[in-house]
């Protein structure tokens, strides 16, 4: 789960705070240029899935499996050049915001929640 100061900055990027305990009443918000999140905010950051930025080639190729996407995206990297299918097929890891993922993406027409939610079910293959 991410911290209450994390959320913070997530919510409220740039503002400044400071935070004097382990809740949002402990809050002591220095910013007067935005709006201090309401707790309901924080809570419903708070539960939502953090994305992995990490994940293995296989666990990668079996939850594009599962979303119908793993031929697609072989074809999109046999169609570039040998250095991108070297990448792509000799990746110890895949990043999410690696270049040749995010190219794919948008070849494909895919939303960055898509992708987000290709690796959050990537992460959860064992």
């Given at each position: 789960?991410?911290?209450?100061?994390?959320?913070?900055?997530?919510?409220?990027?740039?503002?400044?705070?400071?935070?004097?305990?382990d809740?949002?009443?402990?809050?002591?918000?220095?910013?007067?240029?935005?709006?201090?999140?309401?707790?309901?905010?924080?809570?419903a950051?708070?539960?939502?899935?953090?994305v992995?930025?990490?994940?293995?080639?296989?666990?990668?190729?079996?939850?594009?499996?599962q979303?119908?996407?793993?031929?697609?995206?072989?074809?999109?990297?046999?169609?570039?050049?040998?250095?991108?299918?070297?990448?792509?097929?000799?990746?110890?890891?895949i990043?999410?915001?690696?270049?040749?993922?995010?190219?794919?993406?948008?070849?494909?027409?895919?939303?960055?929640?898509?992708?987000?939610?290709?690796?959050?079910?990537?992460?959860?293959?064992?």
């Amino acid at each position: 789960m991410t911290s209450l100061t994390t959320a913070l900055s997530e919510l409220r990027p740039g503002a400044q705070w400071v935070l004097r305990g382990d809740t949002l009443g402990d809050l002591e918000w220095l910013d007067t240029e935005q709006v201090v999140p309401t707790q309901a905010e924080v809570d419903a950051y708070l539960a939502s899935p953090v994305v992995p930025q990490l994940v293995t080639p296989r666990q990668i190729r079996l939850a594009l499996y599962q979303f119908g996407l793993r031929q697609q995206v072989e074809d999109y990297v046999n169609s570039q050049d040998i250095t991108v299918q070297d990448s792509w097929n000799y990746a110890t890891q895949i990043e999410r915001t690696n270049p040749l993922i995010l190219a794919c993406k948008s070849a494909l027409g895919k939303t960055d929640e898509e992708l987000d939610q290709l690796f959050i079910l990537a992460a959860s293959i064992v």
